[in-house]
């Protein structure tokens, strides 16, 4: 009988570490991620320019005027997620490491461009202007796309959609604001979330 009550034992002592060691695992995956927008509120952006940025069905986007959402705090090094929508004559972007949060453009940071009909294609969608030239330019008009962007000291990796489009290497702004731009067009983001690295 002690003998059986002992394996009992074992057997419940490993089930615990493996269910502590999932849960711990579980954690790990989410380690260090905030989420900047979620559909519900800009509590962490500032609007600047006249685009008009509204919240609809979980989403905000614009299709009138021009302007940023801009983050209230700076980013060095970083990952990026941002879930995005825009029609086919959409001008957009995820501006990163600006340093004049009242005028983001790609000479105070780094413009990771979403411009399907740029006239100039290699710093279309999927580049970063001036900096990364992306061939072939993909497409991202009329679907939810996603975008991955990392940012480490000077190197730059820009995923969309699971295909890298660019891989750069650039040290002229190492920290600064993030913005997501309307140009023109309808842009619509659904979801941002940043982990510092």
Not at 41 to 67: F, I, S, Y
Not at 81 to 109: H, L, M, Y
Request: hydrophobic share 40%; proline share 4%.
């Amino acid at each position: 009988m002690q003998r059986r009550s002992i394996i009992v034992f074992g057997l419940l002592l490993i089930g615990a570490t493996v269910l502590w060691r999932g849960h711990e695992a579980s954690g790990q995956a989410n380690a260090g991620w905030v989420t900047l927008f979620d559909g519900k509120n800009l509590d962490h952006w500032n609007q600047v320019g006249n685009a008009n940025w509204r919240l609809v069905d979980g989403v905000v986007q614009a299709d009138k005027g021009e302007g940023f959402l801009v983050t209230k705090e700076t980013y060095g090094d970083f990952e990026i997620k941002a879930e995005f929508w825009v029609d086919d004559d959409a001008n957009s972007g995820i501006f990163i490491r600006c340093s004049d949060p009242q005028k983001p453009t790609s000479k105070t940071g780094y413009e990771v461009n979403i411009f399907d009909k740029r006239p100039d294609p290699t710093y279309g969608t999927g580049a970063i202007v001036g900096v990364a030239k992306v061939e072939p330019m993909p497409k991202a008009g009329g679907k939810w796309n996603t975008y991955e962007i990392m940012a480490k000291g000077p190197h730059f990796v820009i995923t969309l959609n699971g295909t890298r489009t660019a891989d750069a290497q650039d040290s002229q702004h190492a920290s600064g604001y993030i913005g997501l731009q309307y140009g023109a067009g309808v842009v619509k983001f659904r979801k941002v979330e940043i982990r510092r690295l």
